[in-house]
Structure formats: C-alpha cells, structure tokens
C-alpha cells in the first residue's frame, strides 16, 4: 500500500507540468534574449570595435610594393608579407570553381552568413564531426579585420559573431566577384613569405592567377584548409590527396565531369618552385638603392597618405614604376658572369706558389673587426683571445663562388681572406639623350656581397677621365689635330709617369686614343686645372674632385652612376642629363603620388661635344679600345675610354654608342689586393669584355631595336675639321702653351 502511494507520488500534477513547461519557455526565450543581448553588444562593438565604413571600403593588408621595368615586367617587391593584389579579371576560371566547391558551394546565394551549412556543422560538431562552417566572406573578414583565430574558446566565440556581421557588411559594400579577389589576395599561403594568389602561383608554379590551370589551382586551394600540413613542397603526399579532394568536390558541383577528375588525379602535382628571396631576381643591388631613395624622397617632399601618416612601402602596396629594361638588365647580369668566371681564374692565378696577404696582417686585422662575427662576440663580452681563438676555429660555412655557393668548413679568418680575394664588378647603361637607365648590376651577387658598386661605391677612375681635359681644350678652341709634346713633363712638381709611350710631337686625337700620360699632363698645363675640375663637377660628378694637375689622369674617385652620366653629355650634344632610374610611383589604388622631373643642363658647345665623340671612336677604331673590333666583332660606331688606376687596383671601360652609354668597373673590395701586371689588370682586359659581351647581346635581340648608325651631327652640322691630314704643323712654342694662346687649326 505504501509502494502505490509512492508511484502515485512520483506521477507529475498538471500543475508540475505547467510549472515546468513555463520554466522551460522562460529559460529559452531568456537565452534568446540573452544571445540577441550579445549580438548586439557584440556589433556595438562592446566585445572588440568592428570595422567601420571606411574601414570596409578601404580594408587594410599588407600588400607588398611593386618595382616594375620599362617594359612592364616585375622586377622584385617590398614587403613584410609577399603579397600583390590581383583583379577579378586576372583569376583563372578554375580556380573560382575549385574555390567555391570546397570552400563555400553555396557562395552565390548566400548574403555572407550560409546558415543551412552553419546549422549542419553544428549537428556535426555534436556528434563528434569537427567541421568549419565559414563562407568565404567570413574567412575574408576574419583575414582583413583580425589578427587570426582566436586561440581561446571564450574569445573564438566572440570572433566568430564579430565575423558574421562584418561579412554581412561586406555583401552589402562588395559584389560576389570583389569579395572572392579580396579573398584570395589576403588568403596565407604558408611558408616561404607567400601572401595572396598572386605571390602563390608564382612561388609553387612560376605563373600567373590568370594562367592556374585545374590541377594547379587545385593544390593551391587544398592548401587553404591547412598551408603546412597540406604543403607541396613539405608533405606531397598530403598535398596530392587533398588535390584529388578538391577534384571530388569540383566533380560533386559539376564544374567538372567524372572523366576529367580522374584524369586529373593521374597527373602528378607538377611544381616549378620559386621560393621568394630578396637578392632573387633581376637588379638587387638598383632594388636596394631605389628603396633608400624612395624614403628619402618622400620624406624631402612631404608625401604621405591622406590621413597623414607616411607611406610604409613594405606594407601599403605602392607601384613603383622605373627606366631597367628586364631584357637589357638580363643581357647585362649574362655579361658579367660571362667575363668574371673568366676573370676571377686568371685573378687566382697569379697567387699561385704565394701568400697573396705578405704584408697586408693590418687589412686582415681592419676586416676581423669590421665583421659582424666580431662584433657580436664583443658585445657578448669576449676577450680578444677568445675571438682570436674563435676565428681560427673551422667552421661550416657557405660561400661564393661563379659556379654557385659552396659548403665548407673553414676557419672565419680564412673566409675574410677568402672574399678578400673575390674581384667585385659594377655597370650601368642609359640612354643618354633620355637620361633613363637601362641596366644596373652594382655588384655581383647580391646575398653574399651587398654594397652597391653603380652609386654608393665609388673608385679611382684613372685614364676614364682624361676625356675631361681633352673637352676643356677643345670646348676653347683647340682642334683634336693640335700637337703637344709627348715627353717627361713637370707641371707645378708633378711629374706623372708614362707607359706604352707614342713618340711626340702627337696630336690630341692619337693622345687620346693611346691613352697617353705626358700629352694629357700638357695638355691640363696649358688649360688649367681649375677649368677641367669645373668641366668634371658641372658633368655631374658629385665626389670631391681637387683642382691639381693629376685629375687630368684620373686620380680622383668617382661612382660609375655618375661617369655614364658625364660621358652621356658628349654624346647628348653636351647636354647634360641627370641619370634617372625612378619615373613614378602609384598608390594602390592606380593614384599616381610622385613623379619624376628631368633635369638638364648645357655644359659644353655642341660642337666640342661632337669633337669628344669622334676622339673616343678613335680609341675603339685606333687605340686601347680596339678589342671592342677584333674580339668582339662589334663594327658599327662605338666610342668608348679605358681606364686603369694606380697599382692596377681599378680596372674603367666607358662605351659610347648613338643611343646607349655604359659604364663598366672591376677591381678588388681592398685597393691594396689587385692584379700584379697592368696587361692583366688594365681596363681593356678586367672591364671592357663586359661591355663588348653586354652590346652584342643587346644588338642580338631583335626586340629592343637599338641602331647601330652613326652619332649624330650637331644641329646646324658640323664646323670643325676632324680629318688631321688636312692640316700643317709647327711644332708648338712655349708662348702656345696658354689657353689665351690656343691655336685652332
């Protein structure tokens, strides 16, 4: 009887059901209203500020800034993350439809929040299936407003509200086609710095988004479920089954037929690896330079943005547009590996049998302490023989080499020497009537050996610059048929030596050609040397050039960048044109924010200018230029100047052309290391074969149309007789040595 009036005790009263069925609505509505509370603090921006509408019209990324040539090929980029926009228009159809069918098949009809898929994956989640539930437009959200997934649970729910509203307001701000190229311009590829498609198809497939073929796009997007695991290069496996998972998915939403899923998962991924590296790619060492030219311009100027704040060109997407020439910087960096394999032999075997540092212990000491290996031991606070101890323990190490890097073990002092002995290399070529750069190698190889040789670096430019004399003369009057005397001379207790001597009286014209040492001092003696420093700082040379009687024979140091540009005067009619390698630079928007202007200046008569051009075809045709003829087979009209410096430390070849001038240098990182014999070291050996091999690449390719017709004359013609046979001489007085005494044959 008791056991019954329990039973009937445990049976539940209308009243209980009421009671708990009114619980229960009250607790669900109070859930309800709890969750519409949080939503709507949550887009109040209570838990975190959302973006904006500036903000999402304007999304911010790092977007890495583009150098781009003359003939609209890119040269490099600066970035935090290597990353470059790509349009709708520049993504390949399959790779949309390889998108879509795996990461979001309803993408077109949904309005950024797909809540069929969002109610499906949590069933999922609960019965133990893990699955995202994101759209596209949530996982771009998430990209461009965050700063990744929130790690803790807590906050990851809160992100994930904060993602559906601002993909929300991005359908409403954005077309279906905007939100998938924003989408896979900030999508992370993984390693190797590769940010967006752009930067993905060049890395894995060394192409474009616009020319991704199916299989191709296919592992790019697999790789968007998981960069690492799902890595190519890292886990192929992984990579391939997740490309055939995507096949799957292209086949279930019919972009493709059964037929072509399984033929594609027949063929292998098929990568063509390019990991992005700085130093990689064409022009360096220009790359390097333009950046600090860049900051500095638009600090002068004041550019920034609209909102103030300076422009950060390894994150705000900037086109930098310049004068290179791809194809010309090729022939040029083609020409340098050409000549130095060569050069660097003949270099090493001159030390054959000795020790090519016998009395050089100070610039071994000088180039310990200037390491960093040094200096990070100091700061480490190491006693000196400790880091003597530490530099002449072996070590594995790579190297340099013209057959490519070396692993090695060798002791950090035998590394110093090492690259001590390495020949370094520069050259640049412009147009001189444009003043536009064409190719720019300032050094030769840019991960090993950073200093730029075209502008930062500058050398003594021995016989390069006795041209600069020769033009005061004949821009006063002398005739390039003028003889001087070709003796010992002594200008104010100057007293130059000569090699290779041409018996005198000679002419300025055959002086020049033979690069003669005596004529040029005399000539310098009768002119000034205040006149020629003049000449050469109004040229553009913006080094320290001392008025004494030695300049006439290249005593001074100067940058390559800045002798192209003075010898490009004498071709240009003697109209000096500031060599210019930065034309504009665009926003990210296509807003053009800094224009290059040209700058110009008349520094000598047409006439002499002309004068000076002939006299360097007669170096080519008649004197130490002449290996530009027989070597290298170039026979059209060339000028040109060799150059050596003292010691044979420097090695100059200067060649002129109607439409290119070309600067070349060769020498060692220490002036105190060079070629034992000036047959070696001299300019027509070390430095002109890298001009000659430079211009018969560029007259070999068809598509760059540079002629191979004589020089201009000057407007109006020419009034100077340059034929010397037409003249009588007297041997010239001491009276005629004066520039008021010039004679004008």
Known sequence: ????????????????????????WKLFVGLILLGFLFFVSVGLGLFGELPSFRDLENPKSNLS?????????????????????????????????ALIATEDI??????????????????????????GASTITQQLALNLFSDGRARTPGKRIIQKFQELITAVRLERNYTKEEILTMYLNTVDFGAYNTY????????????????????????????????????????????????????????????????????????????TFRASVYGDGLAPYLRAVLKNDIKNVFNQLSITKADGTPYDLDRDGLKIYTTIDSRMQAHAEEAQKEMMRELQVTFNNQYKGRDPFKGLENLLDRGVKQSDRYRWLKYSDHSEEEIKKDFNTPTKMTVFSWK?????????????????LILRNAMMSMEPQTGHVK?????????????????????????????????????????????????????????????????????????????????????????????VANLIKNLGISSNVPAYPSISLGTFDASVYDMVGAYSAFVNHGVWTQPIYLLRIEDKNGTVIYEHQKKVKVVMN???????????????????????????????????????????????????????????????DERSIHFSSTALGQ?????????????????????????????????????????????QYDYPTESESKIDDRLDF
């Open 1 to 24: 009887m008791q056991r019954n009036t329990k039973k009937k005790n445990n049976k539940l009263t209308n009243s209980d059901i009421k009671r708990y069925t009114f619980s229960f």
């Open 65 to 97: 800034s583009e150098i781009i040539s003359a003939d609209s090929a890119l040269l490099g980029t600066y970035y935090v993350q290597n990353r470059s926009n790509v349009t709708y228009k520049e993504l390949s159809p399959a790779l949309i439809k």
């Open 106 to 131: 309803r993408f077109n009809s949904h309005s950024g929040v797909d809540f069929k898929r969002t109610f499906t994956i949590i069933f999922y989640n609960l019965i133990g299936k893990k699955q």
């Open 196 to 271: 967006g498609i752009k930067s993905a198809a060049r890395t894995y497939f060394n192409t474009t988004p616009a020319e991704l073929t199916a299989p191709q796009a296919a592992v790019l997007v697999g790789m968007l479920k998981g960069p690492g695991i799902y890595s190519p290069i890292r886990y192929p496996e992984n990579a391939l089954k997740r490309r055939n998972t995507v096949f799957d998915r292209m086949r279930t939403a019919g972009f493709i037929t059964s037929a072509e899923a399984a033929a594609y998962k027949e063929k292998p991924i098929g990568l």
């Open 404 to 420: 490519g890097e070396i692993d090695t073990v060798m002791t950090p002092l035998d590394s110093i020497k090492y690259n001590k």
């Open 439 to 531: 190719a720019w190698v300032g050094g030769i190889n840019f991960q090993h050996y950073k200093y730029d040789q075209v502008r930062m670096g500058t050398r003594q430019v021995g016989s390069t610059a006795k041209p600069f004399t020769y033009a005061v003369a004949i821009d006063n009057g002398y005739s390039p048929c003028f003889r001087v005397p070709n003796s010992p001379i002594n200008v104010d207790g100057w007293q130059p030596k000569s090699e290779n001597t041409v018996a005198g009286p000679i002419t300025l014209k055959k002086a020049l050609a033979n690069s003669q040492n005596w004529a040029t001092a005399d000539v310098i003696q009768r002119v000034g040397a205040q006149n």
């Open 606 to 668: 047409d006439q002499s200018a002309y004068v000076i051009v002939d006299m360097l075809k007669g170096v080519v045709n008649e004197g130490s230029g002449g290996r530009v003829r027989w070597k290298y087979h170039l026979t059209n009209p060339i000028g040109g100047k060799t150059g050596t410096s003292q010691s044979n430390s420097d090695a100059w070849f200067i060649g002129v052309t109607p439409e290119l001038v070309s600067g070349v240098w060769t020498g060692a």
């Open 683 to 727: 300019g027509a050996n070390a430095a002109l074969p890298m001009f000659g091999l430079y211009m018969q690449k560029v007259y070999a390719d068809k598509d760059l149309n540079y002629s191979q017709g004589d020089f201009e004359l000057p407007p109006g013609g020419l009034q100077r007789e340059l034929d010397c046979n037409k003249y």
